[in-house]
């Protein structure tokens, strides 16, 4: 209220945010008085149902301050006189001169009506929040609860293209926040990515991801300053539940998203449990340059080519060395090293162990990350073969974050690989719900359904997968193991062929199908050519002992495949974490030396 009055008093004019601070906490405030500020700008425009990005009464000056814009009376009806360029005093009298279009009678009547003026505007303004509290409170307990959103993508409204990862950053920032709202499902990033610039309207968007409800907004940065308009919408009417805007200097753009992220909680009326709304506000500090070194980490991470994930490790290092405590970064650094060792773009062992060393720093400092956690469990899995490791940390990863779709999707091949299939489909269902467009969780989907030997449904999974992105190659992939599961030998070798066409690299995954393929098929010298080329990338570090002996089974010279498979095993090679259900293993599962090397590794018989 104090707020509203001053800009009342000030029509017209720039009200800087110090005269605001100045006015409502007096000079040496102890506080937030941003936070404050924002807060109190966003109930003046609910309680005017005003826009900030069109608005009718108040206006944000970007970086200055704010304008109160319609025209202002008294309680009689007289206008409150506009702001006029200011004069020079009268030498003689040291006053201004009587202003022109004001008569002197007006003028005293004025003066007098203020005060009653701000009482009225007063008793009016609260008359009518409260009634449009009531209100709206009355038409929200006849709506459905919300309990499922997405973020779509943030709009880079600044002048610079090149701050899109800022734009990025902070929706997959605000994406994880509300992610810890119990009871919330919320659509993890890579679903929501599909739908920048598009032209889908909101509740067809909402359709395709099954959500209740939509977060959309937009992003300025003007030199030091950031300014977020974000919005909450219902999917099925197409209704703004609420509207909010934040304007921070740079170095507070932490707080700014603890502040978003925290209405929108308000305004679905989540139940937070105990220490909810602790973890949505109490982020440590972390040093600007740090953060924006970190935001393009995950910018360049998320591309996924190689360039760019060595672009992304560059980033990382660059937070770290800005701040030496810096927990996200370490955390980013482990997904990368982790993506490229299984690229096969740096030997797999080292790329791991600097994954490890990355995740358990960043638990170390601060035990709130879902990442870090899922990092280690994967680690331990397909290198370490720890197998119980490996579950207490997915299911850490999943008590931090349930709706970590990526730790879902992980947890889904650890309950696969040790046997327990049919619970590894649930997991799986559920990392879809969480991420439905996501090509590597819908394609696993079909592969856990093929390690169940549900072929008829493996088939019209994979296909799902294929009409989101027909050129996706790992969709290709399981579409041939399905053929080859079946008996239609040539089309599998087809879609192996497609998928290492479409990868457009030396894939040794993609590699190994095509020559196990050719090796089942009868075109055995095809299939040692492919066997020569996996030795030759082996040589080099390229490619694992496990796929060389692999590809040995499949052209029947058992004794050939055990040797490389022994030189698997002492490497920790990642191959064997899929020995027990792989299919791949299918040609050596009759000889003894199968059985003892499964329980060498430490999988159930």
């Avoid at 704010?66 to 206008?79: D, E, I, S």
């Avoid at 009547?109 to 409170?137: C, E, K, Q, Y």
């Avoid at 709506?143 to 409204?157: D, G, T």
């Avoid at 974050?401 to 730790?407: E, I, K, Q």
Wanted: glycine share 6%.
């Amino acid at each position: 209220m104090e707020l509203l009055i001053l800009l009342l008093e000030r029509q017209g004019e720039l009200v800087t945010r110090e005269e605001i601070a100045e006015r409502l906490w007096g000079k040496d405030a102890f506080l937030d008085v941003d936070h404050g500020i924002n807060v109190a700008v966003r109930k003046i425009r609910v309680a005017l149902r005003d826009d900030p990005d069109r608005p009718r009464f108040v206006e944000t000056i970007l970086g200055k301050g704010y304008c109160f814009l319609a025209p202002v009376t008294t309680n009689n009806g007289l206008a409150r006189p506009q702001v006029q360029p200011a004069v020079q005093a009268d030498s003689d009298t040291g006053t201004s001169p009587p202003n022109p279009k004001t008569s002197p009678a007006k003028a005293s009547l004025l003066s007098r009506n203020v005060p009653a003026l701000l009482v009225a505007l007063a008793a009016l303004a609260v008359i009518g929040v409260t009634w449009v509290f009531h209100h709206d409170m009355a038409r929200v307990a006849t709506q459905p609860a919300i309990r499922s959103l997405a973020v779509l993508p943030l709009k880079n409204l600044s002048e610079d293209p090149k701050q899109q990862y800022l734009a990025d950053g902070l929706t997959e920032d605000l994406i994880g926040r509300l992610a810890l709202v119990p009871g919330l499902r919320v659509i993890s990033r890579t679903s929501s990515m599909h739908f920048k610039d598009t032209q889908l309207s909101l509740p067809e968007i909402a359709q395709a991801l099954q959500v209740d409800a939509i977060v959309e907004g937009s992003v300025i940065r003007d030199g030091s300053q950031i300014r977020v308009h974000a919005q909450l919408i219902r999917a099925a009417t197409d209704e703004h539940i609420w509207a909010g805007e934040y304007e921070r200097e740079y170095g507070s753009v932490l707080a700014l998203q603890q502040d978003v992220a925290g209405d929108v909680a308000d305004r679905i009326e989540a139940n937070l449990i105990p220490g909810t709304r602790v973890r949505l506000a109490g982020t440590r500090g972390v040093d600007p340059e740090a953060y924006e070194a970190f935001l393009k980490g995950r910018y360049y991470f998320n591309q996924r080519t190689v360039e760019a994930l060595n672009k992304s490790i560059e980033c990382f290092q660059q937070a770290i060395g800005k701040d030496p405590n810096y927990a996200l970064a370490y955390s980013g650094l482990a997904d990368t090293y982790a993506l490229l060792g299984f690229r096969g773009r740096v030997r797999l062992q080292d790329a791991l162990l600097r994954a490890k060393a990355a995740a358990l720093r960043a638990i170390e400092l601060g035990d709130t990350l879902s990442d870090p956690h899922a990092s280690l469990a994967f680690i331990a899995e397909t290198h370490e073969w720890d197998w119980a490791t490996a579950e207490r940390e997915y299911k850490r990863a999943i008590e931090l974050n349930p709706d970590d779709a990526r730790a879902h999707h992980l947890y889904a091949g650890y309950l696969t690989y040790v046997g327990r299939v049919d619970e590894g489909i649930t997991e799986e269902v559920h990392a879809r719900e969480l991420d439905p467009l996501s090509l590597p969780i819908n394609n696993a989907l079909a592969g856990r359904f093929l390690a169940a030997r549900r072929y008829d449904e493996a088939f019209e999974q994979v296909q799902r997968t294929l009409e989101l992105d027909v050129h996706f190659p790992q969709a290709h992939q399981t579409l041939g193991w399905v053929y080859l599961n079946r008996g239609n030998r040539q089309d599998a070798v087809r879609e192996f062929q497609n998928a290492l066409q479409l990868s457009g690299a030396d894939d040794t995954d993609l590699m190994l199908d095509l020559g196990f393929a050719y090796a089942t098929t009868g075109h055995r010298d095809e299939s040692r050519k492919i066997l020569a080329k996996l030795k030759e990338l082996h040589h080099r570090g390229l490619a694992t002992s496990g796929s060389v002996g692999i590809l040995y089974g499949a052209l029947g010279e058992s004794d050939e495949a055990f040797a490389w498979l022994e030189k698997a095993y002492a490497e920790h090679d990642p191959e064997l974490t899929y020995i027990k259900v792989g299919r791949r293993f299918e040609p050596l599962r009759h000889d003894p030396r199968y059985e003892k090397l499964v329980r060498r590794i430490g999988l159930p018989t």
